[in-house]
C-alpha cells in the first residue's frame, strides 16, 4: 500500500507516513494537510513509500494544500544534495526551497471583481438609460473604452455598485474575479528605455557561439533523454561554461543574447547576481533588453512584501516568468523547462549563506544545471580559483574576453609605495599619498569624477610595520598571525602557533610595529579638509542604512552630482560610470594578512574589480594603489592584469597546504557564553573526531576563533579539510550525532567554508 513520508511543517523535524486517500495525486513535493495529534497539520511530501505490514491502518492524510507539487522533483534531488553535502537537516532546505510567503497559509492570490462588457449595448437603449438612469450609462461609456472593454469593479468609482448589479441583471454587464499580481515594479520607480542588441565583437561572438552549443546539446540531450548510452556527450547535461572576461569586456552583452536564444527555444532563464541592490545596472540591463515583456521578468529581491513574494513565486513555477534575476536563494526559484543559468561575478563571497542551509549559490547552481540537463554559464573578471581549477581538469569549458569592449585599453595601475610615504610623515600614518591628492585635484579641475576604496575586510588584526611593512606571519601555514588582545599574543588560526607580540619589527628593529587601520568616516573628514569645494559622498553599511539611500547616491554620482566617492566593498562589483578616471586604493594589503587562505586570491579580485570601475568611458583611466607591500604577488598580478599568473602561482600555493581547490576545507565552530563550556567542547568533539577518522582527512587543532568573542558568544573553531567532501561530512555528522552537547554550547559545521572569522 502505497504512503506518503511527510515532513511536518516546524523546527522539530518529524517526519511521517501517511496512507494515500483513493484518488488522491500525491507526489513528492506535494503540500498536503496531515492529521497530527488532534490538529491538522502542514507538511511536505518527501517521498512515496510502500508501507509495511505494521499491524496496523496508517492514518490517511487529509488533503492537499495546492492541487499541484509545489517543489519539483529535481528540486528536491537538489535539496537532498544539499543536505547531505553540507550536513544540514531536509527541512532546513525545505524552508529555502519554499519561502516563508509560499508556505503559509495566510498568504493567497489576490483576487479583483472585474465589471466585464461582452457586447456594445444597442444605441436606443443606451438613450434609454442616459435619461433614466445616468450613472449606468456612464458605466457603460466606461467600460466600452477600457481595454478588453473590462474595469475593476473598485475603478467604476464609488456606490457603483448598485448601478452595475442593474446591469448585470438587464444582462448587459458581466462580473468576474480574476487573480491579480501585486506587482512589484508597480510604482514605477524608474522608466526602462527599451534598447537593442549590440553587434558583438568577435571574441563576444565566439563565447556566444559556445554557450549557443550548449544550448543546442542540452535540447538534443533532453530530447534523447531516454537512450542510455553512457559513452556519447548527447543526452548527458553539457560541462558548464566559465566565461573569463577582463572588466568592461562586454560579458552582460553575451548573457542577454544568450538569454534570447534560450527564451527564442521556449525556455526559461535563471540569471543570479551577488545581491541585487548593489548590482542595480545589470538589472536595469536586463529589463531595458526585455522591456518588450515585462511582464515575463521577475525580479526577486529583498524588499518584496509577502504577497509581492508569492505572486513572483507562483508566476515564476506557472512559467509566466521567463526570465528570473536574483541573488542567493534565487537558485531555487520554481523556473519550468530551465534552459540557461547565468551566474555573475560567480567568484563572489556573498554567493556563500552564512545561516543553515550553508550551501553556496553557484554550486548549488551548477548541481541544479546538471540535474536539469541546461547550459550554465559563470561569469566573472576574476574567476574563484575553484571554478578555474574546474577548466585545468577539463570539467569546465573556458571561454574568454580579453578586451574591452569599448576598445579603450584596461587602465593603467600605479603602485605607491606607502613606507616611503610614512617615512615622509615621519613615522605617521599617512591616508592619503601627496601623489594621490594631486590626481585628485587634476580630476577636480578636470571636471572628472574619482572613486576612492577602503578595503575594510581584514579589519586590522595583524601586525605590520609602517617602516618596511612586514607582517607577523606563521612559520608553519603562510598565513598571518592574528592579534588577541585578551592575552597579548598572536596566533595562528590554521595549526595553533602561538608567538609573543615583538617590541620592535623584528625586520627592521622599529619600535613603531602597530595594528593598521582607519575607516572610510577618517578618509572623509581628510578630504573634505583637503579639497573643500568638492562634493564628496561615502557608501558604506553605515551611510546606506535609509532604504533607497545607495540607489539615489549611485544616481547622483551618475548624473556627475559627486566628485569623490568614498566606498568599502560595497563598490567593487559591477558598476559602469564612464566619468570615472581615477580610482584610488587607499589601503591594497589590509586584507592580505587575514588569517585565511583566500587573502591572496581577495586582495588580486578587489585589486583588479576595483581597477575596473576606472575608465569606462571615452576617457582613459588611471589607477593609485597605496600599499605597504608594493611586492606581493596579488599587488603586482593584479598590476598588470595577469590572471593566469596569479592563478598559477596562487594554485600552487594551494596545492601545496591542502588547501582548496585541492581538498574541501570545513570549520566546526563551537559558540557559548560560557567560554570553558565552548572551548571544551569543542576539545572533546576534536577527541572523537579523531578516533577512527577516515583517511584523508587533516585535522587542524582546536583554537579561539579569530573573532574570539561576539554577540557575548565566545567562539573556538576547528579546521577540517579533505579531498572528499561526503567522507568529512558524514563523519562529523556521526559524531555530532553521538555526542549530547552542553544546553548553552552551539556547534556550527560549514562546509566549503568562505569565512574563518
Ligand atoms: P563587463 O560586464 O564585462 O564588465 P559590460 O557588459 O559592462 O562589461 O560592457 C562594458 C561596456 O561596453 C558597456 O557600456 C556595454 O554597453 C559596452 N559594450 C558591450 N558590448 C559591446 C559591443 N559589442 N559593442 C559596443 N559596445 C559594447
Ligand atoms: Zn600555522
Given amino acids: 500500500m502505497p504512503a506518503a513520508r511527510v515532513l511536518i511543517d516546524g523546527p522539530s523535524e518529524l517526519v511521517f507516513d501517511y496512507a494515500i486517500p483513493d484518488g488522491l495525486p500525491v507526489v513528492p513535493g506535494c503540500r498536503v494537510r496531515v492529521p497530527l495529534r488532534n490538529k491538522l497539520s502542514q507538511g511536505t511530501v518527501l517521498d512515496l513509500v510502500t508501507s509495511e505490514d505494521l499491524g496496523f491502518a496508517l492514518r490517511p492524510l487529509h488533503s492537499l494544500s495546492d492541487p499541484e507539487p509545489l517543489i519539483t522533483a529535481k528540486l528536491l534531488e537538489a535539496g537532498r544534495w544539499i543536505a547531505n553535502y553540507y550536513g544540514c537537516s531536509i527541512e532546513s532546505v525545505i524552508r529555502a526551497l519554499l519561502p516563508e510567503a509560499v508556505r503559509t497559509e ?13 457586447a456594445p449595448p444597442p444605441p436606443e437603449l443606451l438613450a434609454k438609460l442616459d435619461k433614466r438612469a445616468p450613472k449606468q450609462s456612464a458605466i457603460l461609456a466606461l467600460l466600452s473604452h477600457a481595454p478588453e472593454n473590462k474595469m475593476p469593479l473598485a475603478d467604476l468609482g464609488d456606490g457603483a455598485s448598485a448601478s452595475v448589479k442593474s446591469l448585470v ?78 572588466t568592461g569586456s562586454g560579458k552582460t552583452e553575451v548573457y542577454l543574447q544568450a538569454a534570447r536564444a534560450t527564451l527564442d527555444l521556449g525556455k526559461t532563464v535563471l540569471v543570479l547576481v551577488p545581491e541585487i541592490s548593489l548590482t542595480p545596472q545589470t538589472v536595469r540591463r536586463f529589463r531595458a ?359 598559477e602561482q596562487e594554485l600552487e600555493f594551494r596545492r601545496q597546504f591542502a588547501y582548496p581547490p585541492f581538498a574541501h576545507c570545513a570549520v566546526l565552530t563551537s559558540r557559548s557564553t560560557h567560554e570553558r563550556r565552548a572551548e571544551f567542547t569543542l576539545q572533546t568533539l576534536f577527541r572523537r573526531l579523531g578516533e577512527d577518522c577516515p583517511k584523508g582527512i587533516i585535522m587542524g587543532e582546536p583554537m579561539p576563533s579569530p573573532l574570539v568573542r561576539s554577540h557575548g558568544q565566545f567562539r573556538f573553531q576547528l579546521m577540517l579539510r579533505s579531498k572528499n567532501a561526503r567522507p568529512l561530512t558524514r563523519h562529523v555528522q556521526q559524531v555530532l550525532q553521538k555526542t549530547t552537547l552542553p544546553e548553552d554550547v552551539t556547534v556550527v559545521f560549514d562546509m566549503d567554508a568562505w569565512s574563518f572569522t
Fill in 106 to 118: 495566510d498568504n493567497s492570490a489576490k483576487v479583483r471583481k472585474f465589471a466585464i462588457l461582452d
Fill in 169 to 246: 441583471k438587464q444582462g448587459l454587464v458581466r462580473l468576474i474575479e480574476e487573480e491579480v499580481r501585486r506587482d512589484p515594479e508597480a510604482d514605477g520607480i524608474e522608466e526602462i528605455l527599451p534598447d537593442t542588441p549590440l553587434a558583438l565583437n568577435d571574441e563576444q561572438a565566439a563565447a556566444l557561439e559556445v554557450v549557443l552549443a550548449s544550448l543546442h546539446q542540452s535540447t538534443i540531450g533532453n530530447q534523447q533523454s531516454t537512450i542510455d548510452n553512457p559513452q556519447s556527450s548527447i543526452g548527458n547535461p553539457p560541462s558548464p561554461i566559465l566565461l573569463h572576461g577582463v
Fill in 289 to 647: 533588453r526585455f522591456a518588450g515583456i515585462q511582464e515575463q521578468v521577475a525580479v526577486l529581491h529583498s524588499n518584496l512584501s509577502q504577497g509581492e513574494r508569492f505572486d513572483e513565486w507562483h508566476r515564476i513555477r506557472k512559467g509566466i516568468a521567463r526570465i528570473v534575476i536574483g541573488a542567493r536563494s534565487a537558485v531555487f526559484a520554481p523556473l519550468p523547462d530551465l534552459g540557461l543559468i547565468l551566474v555573475d561575478e560567480e567568484h563572489e563571497n556573498t554567493y556563500k549563506q552564512d545561516q543553515v542551509p550553508r550551501y553556496h549559490g553557484r554550486d548549488v547552481a551548477v548541481l541544479r544545471a546538471h540535474l536539469e540537463g541546461c547550459t550554465i554559464v559563470l561569469g566573472s573578471a576574476t574567476p574563484s580559483l575553484e571554478s578555474f581549477q574546474n577548466t585545468l581538469d577539463g570539467k569546465y569549458q573556458l571561454v574568454r574576453l580579453l578586451k574591452r569592449a569599448d576598445g579603450q585599453s584596461l587602465p593603467l595601475i600605479r603602485i605607491l609605495d606607502m613606507r616611503l610615504e610614512s617615512k615622509k610623515h615621519k613615522g605617521g600614518m599617512a591616508i592619503l599619498s601627496d601623489r594621490l591628492r594631486a590626481a585628485l585635484e587634476q580630476r577636480i579641475a578636470k571636471n572628472e569624477q574619482s572613486i576612492l576604496f577602503l578595503n575594510r575586510r581584514g579589519f586590522a588584526r595583524s601586525l605590520q610595520c609602517p617602516s618596511c611593512g612586514h607582517v607577523c606571519m606563521c612559520p608553519h601555514c603562510a598565513v598571518a598571525l592574528t592579534y588577541h588582545r585578551e592575552d597579548e599574543r598572536l596566533c595562528c588560526h590554521v595549526c595553533g602557533h602561538q608567538a609573543v607580540v615583538p617590541r620592535k619589527c623584528p625586520e627592521c628593529r622599529d619600535p613603531a610595529i602597530a595594528l593598521q587601520g582607519f575607516g572610510t568616516q577618517k578618509v572623509e573628514e581628510v578630504l573634505a579638509k583637503f579639497l573643500p569645494s568638492a562634493k564628496i559622498a561615502r557608501i558604506d553599511a553605515d551611510a546606506m542604512r535609509k532604504k533607497n539611500a545607495l540607489r539615489d547616491l549611485l544616481n547622483a554620482f551618475q548624473a556627475r552630482k559627486i566628485d569623490v566617492l568614498i566606498g568599502t566593498q560595497m563598490i567593487a562589483k559591477g558598476l559602469h560610470f564612464p566619468n570615472v578616471t581615477l580610482v584610488g586604493i587607499l589601503n591594497a594589503d589590509i586584507g592580505l594578512h587575514v588569517p585565511d587562505f583566500r587573502a591572496g586570491e581577495r586582495t588580486f579580485q578587489l585589486l583588479t574589480q576595483v581597477a575596473g570601475r576606472a575608465g569606462r568611458g571615452e576617457l582613459e583611466g588611471e589607477v593609485i594603489v597605496q600599499t605597504f607591500t608594493p611586492h606581493s604577488p596579488s599587488i603586482q598580478f593584479a598590476r598588470h592584469h595577469d590572471f593566469d599568473g596569479f592563478a
